[in-house]
């Protein structure tokens, strides 16, 4: 059984930090078979990619977020961080976390974090 366990979100003024972290279990031995990543929820949006990483460490970044947010990923704890800088309103959402397999594309989510972005 695939389970994404997120934690680290919260509310957080504008300009301010949040880390969020990922920990994954029941694929241990296969962790590094799995591209990692973050989505966001806002209220009333779609879905949307955040960033992703493999297991090499090739990352993949919303336009929206480059330059202000780093993913990286452990692959010996099975854990996946998003280091958020710079927040602002438009970051406001659920951040979910996500495995998908690179050869059978099967995908799995975690339950979400809130992070609100608020003065």
């Known amino acids: 059984q695939v389970q994404l366990v997120e934690s680290g979100g919260g509310s957080v003024q504008p300009g301010g930090s949040l880390r969020l972290s990922c920990a994954a279990s029941g694929i241990s031995s296969i962790f590094r078979i799995f591209v990692m990543g973050w989505y966001r929820q806002a209220p009333g949006k779609q879905r949307e990619l955040v960033a992703t990483?493999?297991?090499?460490?090739?990352?993949n970044y919303a336009d929206s977020v480059k330059g202000r947010f780093t993913i990286s990923r452990d692959n010996a704890k099975n854990m996946v961080s998003l280091q958020m800088n710079s927040l602002n309103h438009e970051d406001t959402a659920v951040y979910y976390c996500n495995a998908k397999h690179i050869v059978t594309l099967t995908a799995y989510w975690g339950q979400g974090t809130q992070v609100t972005v608020s003065s």
């Open positions: 990483i493999t297991s090499g460490g090739t990352t």
